[in-house]
């Protein structure tokens, strides 16, 4: 019960802080994202038993960086050009592991190469959910807030029915928790509570909605056990310890950061 209490009282904190800086501006939108991405690349270098000094440090500048030039661009800071800069430093880890003496050249790569896309490009693409030249009408807090909400209410009806009905493992090897039940429920609720929210605010037509909550649930549900997967490799129940009840910035955030390019591309195809 008191696990319970902390972890709904610290997802409610966490949540204000989120949708706070969401509705804010889009500055303060990026300083949470910037957040996100340092302590997540740390908690990335953890997963992969990255235990390089200088490895850990490279992985933070390149994570950084390639969310800070989209990031720029994105705030009108500078122009869309520099955003080539980010071809020099996909190098940088090539470069890294060949002047490496102690560590090989595999587990460099992903470790850095697995924060670059699961945590930097995806915070990019949600700074990019504010511009109208990308999703017109759309565009801006409300969609960045919509995208959350669906994930959200995935997350909690999952869990619900889960626990209700569940009886047969999804995917078992990697999080034995999960069931088919529970996530069937899980996206026939999400369905339900987009369906509604779009006949009201005639933001979609109702088939483009339901398409919106097939794409964000089952990559939602795929980036959950990425991270699981890893976390299991790495032999940790977390993968941090910075939000009580509920771990680290990964188990937070994978299902959000997992679905996000897709989401977008899906938005765009719109």
């Known amino acids: 019960m008191k696990e319970l ?5 610290s997802g409610l904190l966490m ?12 500055w303060t939108w990026a300083a ?8 997540g690349t740390f908690e990335m270098s953890r997963l992969m038993k990255m235990n390089s000094i200088m490895g850990i440090i490279i992985g933070e500048v390149l994570s950084i960086s390639f969310f800070a030039l989209p990031a720029l661009v994105t705030l009108q800071v500078i122009e869309p050009r520099w955003l080539l800069l980010e071809m ?40 990019f959910m504010y511009r109208e030249d990308f999703f017109g009408a759309l565009a801006g807090a409300k969609l960045i807030i919509m995208v ?5 209410v995935n997350d909690i009806f999952a869990y619900l029915t889960g626990k209700l009905l569940g009886k047969h493992k999804l995917f078992p090897r990697i999080s034995p928790g999960k069931t088919i039940e529970g996530s069937i429920g899980g996206l026939v609720f999400t369905m339900v509570s987009l369906i509604i929210f779009c006949h009201y605010s005639s933001w979609f037509p109702i088939p483009h909605a339901i398409g919106l909550a097939i794409v964000a649930v089952v990559f939602g549900t795929l980036g959950d056990l990425s991270e699981s997967m890893l976390k299991r490799q790495a032999g ?3 993968s941090g310890k910075l939000i009580p009840g509920h771990g680290g910035i990964l ?14 591309v ?3 195809l719109l």
């Open 5 to 9: 209490l902390i972890r709904t009282v």
């Open 15 to 26: 949540g204000v802080v989120l949708l706070g800086c969401v509705l804010v501006s889009h």
């Open 32 to 39: 949470l994202l910037l957040f996100i991405i340092a302590v």
């Open 88 to 127: 020099l430093l996909a190098m940088m880890p090539f470069l890294y592991a060949l002047f490496s003496v102690k560590h090989e050249a595999k587990p460099i790569f992903t470790y850095l190469y697995a924060s670059l896309t699961f945590l930097s490009l995806p915070s990019s693409l949600m700074l």
């Open 148 to 152: 959350f909400c669906i994930l959200w």
């Open 236 to 238: 940790v129940k977390d």
């Open 251 to 264: 188990d937070r955030f994978d299902s959000i950061m997992f679905s996000v390019p897709f989401i977008f």
């Open 266 to 268: 899906y938005l765009l």
